[in-house]
């Protein structure tokens, strides 16, 4: 992310069926949909596809769609773009950025690398083009440990840029590694004392959470996963009621998954603000959808060489996933 973004305009869109209007434009476009679980139900209900990041990168490597409308944020819509360069890629909202990529610049993070000769860099998916380009192998949630595992022993690996999910991993593997010290202003705003104040009224609750958060939640939960794993466990788990701590947008497709169970938000340390809410995610509408569509605008645009050397740990990953 360069340049200060102004979102589009949507004021002038009331009277029209937006939800038949995007089916019309899918359609006259070739286009897909492509969503996260963090956006808001209204969007993930218009979606052809709904992922976590794994499983959105890898429908991006396969669709056949000219078009591909990224409801997500920057990051994803970049990782589509980077195996798809021949497609259109649109993101309703250029300024759906996320805190781990903007907070790990691509020249601050070369200085960081440079300190560690011979060093084999792993970064989790959340970090720009930029940045893939300089490392040696990408990660999501649901296969860093893997990815870790793939790393011979006798490496040191520098980890970039979430370092709850590095310290989360440290735990697992028992490899050391070097930790950038980023963090999701969503995940680090769950707040340990009000988890388990939710947790003493509703004692049969199973507390789930995505590793992003900090370390003092994670050693209270009962599960840490993905957004897809944290879908999986809640559809396969007997409980019936969890503590869910992450992005609260995930909540509609667990309704829809287990609507017989009970899903409680995890609570941020603001009793008044919706901090677990992901400000980047939820700017996806299906007012900017729509127009997007309509306009083919706004398109991501990549530098070649950059996808280029951006393409390589990523066909890494997705071999080894
Ligand atoms: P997932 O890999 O679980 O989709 O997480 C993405 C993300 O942005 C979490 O904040
Ligand atoms: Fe980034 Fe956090 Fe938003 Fe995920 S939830 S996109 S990590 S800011």
Redesign the pocket.
């Known amino acids: 992310m360069n340049a200060p973004v102004i979102s589009p305009d949507t004021s002038d869109l009331a009277s029209l069926d937006l939800d038949e209007e995007i089916r019309r434009l899918k359609k006259e476009r070739n286009a897909v949909i492509l969503a996260h679980y ?1 956006q808001e139900g209204e969007v993930q209900d218009l979606a052809d596809f709904i992922g976590d990041s794994l499983q959105l990168a890898q429908q991006a490597k396969k669709t056949q769609a000219d078009v591909i409308l990224f409801a997500g ?1 920057h990051f994803m819509a970049e990782v589509a773009k980077i195996l798809n360069p021949e497609r259109t890629v649109l993101v309703p909202d250029m300024a759906a950025g ?4 903007d907070g790990c610049p691509a020249d601050r993070f070369r200085a960081w690398k440079a300190r560690y000769e011979n060093a084999f860099t792993i970064s989790y998916i ?1 970090c720009s083009a930029a940045v893939k380009a300089e490392s040696d192998l990408i990660c999501t949630s649901s296969n860093a440990e893997k990815m870790v595992a793939s790393v011979p022993a006798d490496k040191t690996i520098l980890f970039a840029p979430d370092r709850n999910l590095g310290k989360y991993l440290i735990k697992k593997t028992g490899r050391d590694m070097v930790l950038w010290p980023g963090s ?4 680090e705003t769950f707040s340990l004392k009000r988890v388990l104040d939710l947790k003493r009224k509703h004692p049969e609750a199973k507390v789930i959470a995505h590793p ?1 958060c900090e370390e003092p939640v994670l050693d209270e939960s009962d599960f840490i996963g993905s957004t897809a794993a944290l879908l999986r466990f809640v559809e396969q788990d007997p409980s019936e009621t969890f503590i869910v701590v992450t ?1 609260s947008g995930i909540l509609h497709q667990m309704k829809k998954l287990a609507p017989h169970k009970t899903f409680l938000a995890g609570p941020p340390e603001e009793e008044s603000c919706s901090c677990n809410e ?1 400000p ?2 939820r700017l996806n509408t299906p007012e900017k959808i729509y127009l997007a569509l309509r306009d083919l605008s706004p398109e991501l645009h990549m530098n070649e060489d950059e996808r280029l050397r951006a393409r390589a740990p990523i066909e890494r990953m997705l071999e080894l996933s």
């Open positions: 963090y944020v996320c805190s781990l990529a959340n999701c202003l969503v995940h992003e992005e992901c980047f995610m």
